[in-house]
């Protein structure tokens, strides 16, 4: 099928080994590695192995220093400037942009993105670290979603 097809290639083309995520390219073949949690939505695609989703969940998303889950989901470890998890882009990566500087795609919680994020997760259920990641990223959003609309009244 089409599906199968793209899940082929994107397994193919854009994983990179060494970081242990999947990237997008440049025109000219090489990876783009500023990652962003949309690198986890090649698992919506069905693309990465079980090894290949454990690892990606272990090496970044259950990362303080990357996106800043806890495998609690309790925000243990988690600095102030990457409390609420799952940035619009890498906490590590020099473009993060720390808060009071107002950049839209560089560290913000972007709701959509955790969403994608999550159903992506959702097909990896059978994984014990994806099923461990996405419980971790519900409950992190699901306090930041509240915390919002206590304080603020909406989302």
Same mark, same amino acid.
């Not at 995520?21 to 990652?35: D, E, H, S």
């Not at 986890?40 to 889950?69: E, G, H, K």
């Not at 994806?130 to 519900?138: D, E, F, I, Y």
């Given at each position: 099928?089409?599906?199968?097809?793209? @899940?082929?290639? =994107?397994?193919?083309?854009?994983? %990179?080994?060494?970081?242990?995520?999947? &990237?997008?390219?440049? $025109?000219?073949?090489?990876?783009?590695?500023?990652?962003?949690?949309?690198?986890?939505?090649?698992?919506?695609?069905?693309?990465?192995? %079980?090894?290949?989703?454990?690892?990606? =969940?272990?090496?970044?998303?259950?990362?303080?220093?990357?996106?800043?889950? @806890? $495998?609690?989901?309790?925000?243990?470890?988690?600095? %102030? %400037?990457?409390?609420?998890?799952?940035?619009?882009?890498?906490?590590?990566?020099?473009?993060?942009?720390?808060?009071? &500087?107002?950049?839209?795609?560089?560290?913000? &919680?972007?709701?959509?993105?955790?969403?994608?994020?999550?159903?992506?997760?959702?097909?990896?259920?059978?994984?014990?670290? &994806?099923?461990?990641?996405?419980? $971790?990223?519900?409950?992190?959003?699901?306090?930041?979603?509240?915390?919002?609309?206590?304080?603020?009244?909406?989302?």
């Amino acid at each position: 099928s089409r599906g199968k097809l793209m @899940a082929d290639k =994107i397994r193919r083309q854009l994983w %990179d080994e060494p970081i242990s995520m999947y &990237v997008n390219k440049f $025109a000219n073949g090489t990876f783009y590695r500023r990652i962003s949690p949309t690198s986890f939505y090649a698992m919506m695609a069905n693309a990465p192995s %079980d090894s290949q989703a454990a690892n990606m =969940i272990n090496t970044w998303l259950l990362n303080s220093s990357r996106f800043c889950v @806890a $495998a609690g989901g309790d925000f243990r470890n988690n600095r %102030d %400037d990457c409390y609420w998890g799952l940035p619009s882009i890498s906490y590590d990566d020099p473009a993060y942009l720390k808060p009071g &500087v107002w950049n839209y795609w560089r560290g913000f &919680v972007w709701g959509p993105m955790a969403m994608l994020t999550y159903w992506s997760l959702q097909n990896y259920g059978h994984v014990q670290e &994806v099923r461990q990641g996405r419980t $971790a990223l519900c409950k992190q959003m699901k306090a930041l979603m509240t915390r919002q609309w206590s304080e603020h009244r909406h989302v």
